[in-house]
């Protein structure tokens, strides 16, 4: 009975060591390389460079709390923007805590005569999100424009400039990534001697 068993069980566990070998370890880094070969930059986080450092990422969020930028959506992740705890804050249209935020949210960012695009009041699903809609752009341009002491109309401009259209013309909505947004604003800042 014991030789049965020993003789059943080397099958298993080389079995058990080749799939542990093949799955753990040989197809990630063949799909790692294969990544690294055909699209490096997504491999490795599409990261955005300035002055020889890394900024951003065209794919992840990040907060900009001065009234020089233009902000993103606020963010459940983690303590904001925390790419390691990825998530939504899984408050649902019920939760008193939620409509508590959004509300306070609104009554700081309310200007007379002109409601509070949703987008800056509410978080995305990921809480990483790097885009605004067009509408929550030009709703803080007259700040950024007020704060960077530049016309109102070079932003607004800048703005529209920046809008991404929908995949094909009709794949998913208007938007505008804020960082590159800004990283534009800044270099129209620097151009005017700021």
Known sequence: MTKDFITA????????????????????????????????????????????????????GQNFTSDRYFHPRPSAAGKGYDGLASSGSNLGPTSQTLADRVKGDVAALREPGRPVPSDLVTASASGLDPHISPDAAFYQAGRVAQARGLPPETVRALVEQSVERPLFGFIGEPRIHVLNLNRRLDRIGANRGQ
């Open 9 to 60: 069980l080397r099958p298993a566990l080389v079995m058990t060591a080749l799939f542990a070998l093949l799955l753990g370890l040989a197809y990630p880094l063949a799909l790692t390389g294969i990544g690294q070969a055909i699209f490096p930059t997504q491999a490795n986080g599409s990261l955005i460079e300035q002055d020889d450092r890394i900024i951003g990422s065209a794919i992840a």
